[in-house]
């Protein structure tokens, strides 16, 4: 009896720890010249949602740029590289000696504002270990949607919407191109705009902002209750 109490005593404040984080997510903060963006990491891709936030609490995304910026596409960053780069240097193949292994959801699509990892063309579709890009994408009618999926049959890549994600590529936009070739484990709750006036940036032939667009990223565990009700995130 003793010894049960004794390892109760020792387990107590973890199980209560687990039950917190449950209750809790991490709420990442992306700040940037134009404004702060508040993002969430999805639960279904727990390689990617793990790496995120290991490098944000190293604060290894600190300084960096958005080093790739394409109105109507999406905005890039995460090159290590970056952080000293002098004007109009090529940017684009650091990494920080890691790949994660691909972890695509079809529920987990490219609408506006998702958080996707960049990655090479390796065949596994494993991501970089810290390059990422946030989708701004455009609206896209019925019939450009089918050919997607006509396209994705001829490259081997499932790529089938539901009407609900079809309703959101009509209305709210993204890039629907890239499902199925690309990990996505997060999503913008609040800033959008911002994505915006980041991806309208003048840029030279590579498209690196003439202008460096520099970042901070920190985060914190944060009540699901207060994201709902302050970002309006249903989990």
């Known amino acids: 009896m003793k ?7 020792f387990l107590l404040p973890f199980l209560v720890s687990a039950q917190n984080r449950k209750k809790k997510d991490f ?11 508040r993002l969430v990491l999805y ?3 727990p390689k990617h949602k793990e790496n995120f936030i290991r490098l944000t609490n190293e604060r290894f995304y600190d300084s960096l740029l ?3 910026v394409i109105q ?3 905005i890039q960053g995460g090159d290590p590289g970056s952080r000293m780069a002098q004007p109009g240097q090529l940017l684009g193949d650091g990494e920080n000696g890691y790949k994660v292994p691909a972890e695509i959801v079809p529920e987990l699509f490219h609408k506006k504002g ?13 991501s970089s270990g810290c390059q990422f890009y946030i989708v701004q994408g455009r609206t896209w009618t019925d019939d450009e949607l089918q050919q997607q999926i006509e396209r994705g049959r001829t490259r081997s890549v499932s790529r089938v919407f539901t009407d609900a994600q079809k309703q959101t590529y009509k209305t709210l936009g993204g890039t629907p191109h890239l499902d199925g070739t690309y990990t996505v484990f997060g999503e913008v709750v609040d800033g959008l705009a911002v994505v915006d006036s980041i991806a309208k940036q003048p840029g030279n032939s590579v498209n690196r ?14 009540k699901k209750k207060k994201i709902t009700k302050r970002y309006g995130y249903k989990f």
């Open 66 to 68: 958005f080093h790739r």
């Open 3 to 9: 010894k049960t109490v004794l390892l109760l005593f």
């Open 27 to 37: 709420l990442v903060t992306l700040t940037t010249k134009y404004g702060p963006m």
């Open 72 to 74: 109507g596409f999406m």
């Open 209 to 222: 902002p003439l202008q460096d667009i520099r970042m901070g990223v920190s985060g914190k565990w944060v």
């Open 114 to 126: 998702t958080l996707a990892a960049a990655r090479d063309n390796n065949p596994e579709k494993a």
């Open 43 to 45: 639960d279904q891709t």
